[in-house]
């Protein structure tokens, strides 16, 4: 069975940094895709990045392309999201999926069967 946690999520100001972390098991690094979505009030979930193949296959949203990282803790199952120069426009609850058996990294919401519960941040202008 796969789980997946999101947390780290709380109140910034825009301009700030803030990081997530999402922890798994029933899936590795190695012969999964787990991504980074999120859902804005009112909107439809969105990705944001995502990575497979150990890495070897990582994707970012043009929207958050060059202010977002994501870094792997293999020793804990963990997949962090480092987000910097936070916008308003970023405010959303922040999820993590996986999808097994994939070496590619499409961040499209479809795409992934296996979800976690999200993390809210919010960040005001």
């Known amino acids: 069975e796969v789980q997946l946690q999101a947390s780290g999520g709380g109140l910034v100001q825009a301009g700030e940094s803030l990081t997530l972390s999402c922890a798994f098991s029933?899936?590795?690094?190695?012969?999964?895709?787990i991504g980074w979505f999120r859902q804005a009030p009112g909107r439809e979930r969105e990705g944001v990045a995502c990575?497979?193949?150990?890495?070897?296959?990582?994707r970012y949203a043009d929207s958050v392309l060059g202010r977002f990282s994501m870094s792997s803790d293999n020793a804990k199952n963990t997949l962090h999201l480092h987000m910097t120069s936070l916008k308003h426009e970023d405010t959303a609850i922040y999820y993590c999926?996986?999808?097994?058996?994939?070496?590619?990294?499409?961040?499209?919401?479809?795409?992934?069967?296996?979800w976690g519960q999200g993390t809210l941040v919010t960040v005001s202008s």
């Open positions: 999926a996986a999808e097994r058996d994939s070496e590619t990294c499409p961040i499209r919401t479809g795409y992934f069967t296996s």
């Open positions: 029933g899936v590795t690094f190695d012969d999964s895709a």
């Open positions: 990575t497979a193949n150990s890495g070897g296959s990582i």
